[in-house]
Structures are given as C-alpha cells and as structure tokens.
C-alpha cells in the first residue's frame, strides 16, 4: 500500500475562506459559517495542488501509530493543560524548548492510548497489542474491491490513519450497530479520486452533487512536497453526512488469513468476529452482520 503525507498539523483549505454571519450546518450553536470563496490559497499554490494526489477525505478520528513506553494514566493530573504523555505533532514549531500555537491557535498533538482505557476503547477495538496488528480498511488487488483485513503494526508505524466506525462523528458510513460496533482504522490517503474535478469552485461543487464518486464528507490532496489541502462539502455550504456514500457503494472483503497470522483472539474481540468471516463478501460496508 502506497505511503502518502501524514496529518502532522491543521490541514488547510484549498480556498480562501470567508466568514458569513449564518448558522453553521456543521456545528450546533454555531452563529456563523466558514465558506469557502472561489480563490485558490497561495499556500496551496504554493505546494503546486494542481500536480497533487486527490483521496477521500474520511469522517473519523485522527490516529498516529508510533512507538511509546508503557504507562499509566494519573486522573488527577493528565487530564489537564498537557499531560506528560502529550506528543508534538511534527510539524509543530518550538520557541525555547515550548510548543508554539499554528496561525489558527491550534497545537495539534497525540496523547497514547493505553489498552485498557475506556475513554479510548473504540481506538483499542482496532488494535491487538499482543499480536502487534491493526484492523485496517483498504483497497483490495481488485479493482472496485474494498478489503478489511489485520495489517502488521510495523507496516504503519509513524503512519497517520482515520478511526471510523459505530461509536465515531454519528457513523456516517452506518457501520456495526449497539450490539455489534464496528471500528477500522484507514490509512490516510488510501482512497485516491479516480476522476477528480478541476480545481474550480463551481467544478468541484458539480462534482460533490452529480456523481457517485463526489459522495464524501471532503477532498485531501496530497502534494508532492507533503503538503496536504482538503476542502469540506461544508465549505461550500453542502450537507454531510448524506443518507449514501461513495465508500458504501463499493462491494468489501474479509481477508483473515488465520495461517499467517497464528493467533487465538479474545472471542469478543472485533479480530475475532472478522476472523469469523474470513473469505467472505458483502455488497456494502454497512452489510457486514456478525450475526448471521
């Protein structure tokens, strides 16, 4: 699976941004919105974003795999301004040994999640310790073919990925239910845009509305130089989530090769339940029933 850039830092938008004074679609209690206008940023400009790689921007939850020492955590003290634990994100600026906020006020950062943590369970859903693996969605060999299967942590280690699932941002890709949740974890950048709009506003606002493909929460174009730029359906005041997706469109694989990967799962464990349902394909995502 081909490596793209890694979200280390707010990701900006591909357009210069306006604040309007109207309720925000995506935000309650939000007074107003940030749309986009149709002027390219001179910093995606800059990262040559005509040239870049266009992916689906996925609804989930930033992840950053790494190697970290054990630990664990103090109720009393790590829940406040920055816990010992806290990583950097990389891109973050230092001023005197102190991190320095990004031109939005922002210190984007990563703080360990520990096996047994409650506050994290859905990110330990998607992660045997033990086995050192991860539960990862992916495009399979075929064409047109999704694929979930265990993936080796060493094979995205200092990767960033997306969780997504049942108990994530409402579940917009309608994945597992109370009984049965469901989490994955996709690689950034894992679903390149065969047929991406031109870099118009009007071009991409077609796009979003009138095909399949346009079906996402957003755009990530991933530039040569590891730059990233996304654009938001919001930021052209378009909903999401939407009642169907792109990634629900497309027919999924389990690939569980229990051979290779020599190892008796917990019975209530997620790796245990697709281990389960090696082999087998389902039309849609949202289809997988661990049930049945």
């Given at each position: ?161 997306e969780l997504i699932g049942t108990n994530i941002n409402a579940n917009p890709y309608g994945l597992g239910n109370k ?114």
């Amino acid at each position: 699976m081909r490596r793209r850039g890694a979200v280390q830092r707010k990701v900006p938008c591909l357009f210069v941004t306006e604040v309007k004074d109207e309720p925000s679609a995506k935000r309650e209690r939000q007074p107003f919105k940030v749309l986009a206008t149709d002027t390219i940023t001179g910093k995606a400009l800059e990262a040559d974003v005509h040239n870049a790689v266009a992916t689906e921007k996925m609804d989930g939850t930033c992840c950053y795999v790494t190697t970290f020492k054990e630990f664990v955590w103090n109720i009393e003290e790590d829940f406040k301004p920055v816990p010992d634990t806290w990583i950097p994100a990389k891109d973050i600026e230092f001023s005197n040994g102190n991190p320095l906020p990004d031109e939005n006020g922002h210190m984007p950062g990563w703080v360990p999640v520990e096996k047994n943590s409650k506050q994290y369970c859905w990110h330990s859903s998607v992660v045997n310790y033990e086995a050192g693996m991860a539960l990862v969605l992916k495009h399979h060999a075929d064409p047109g073919l999704l694929e979930i299967t265990p993936m080796p942590l060493s094979e995205i280690l200092e990767q960033t990925l997306e969780l997504i699932g049942t108990n994530i941002n409402a579940n917009p890709y309608g994945l597992g239910n109370k009984k049965h949740p469901v989490h994955l974890l996709v690689p950034h950048g894992a679903f390149e845009i065969k047929n991406p709009p031109a870099l118009k506003q009007n071009d991409i606002l077609s796009w979003f509305e009138s095909c399949m493909e346009g079906k996402v929460e957003g755009i990530v174009w991933h530039c040569h130089d590891g730059c990233l730029i996304k654009l938001h359906r919001h930021h052209l005041g378009l909903p999401w989530p939407l009642p169907e997706t792109y990634l629900n469109s497309q027919p999924v694989v389990i690939s569980f090769n229990r051979t290779k990967y020599d190892y008796d799962f917990e019975p209530k464990s997620l790796f245990h339940h697709f281990s389960v349902l090696d082999g087998q394909k389902f039309d849609r995502l949202k289809d997988i029933n661990f049930d049945a």
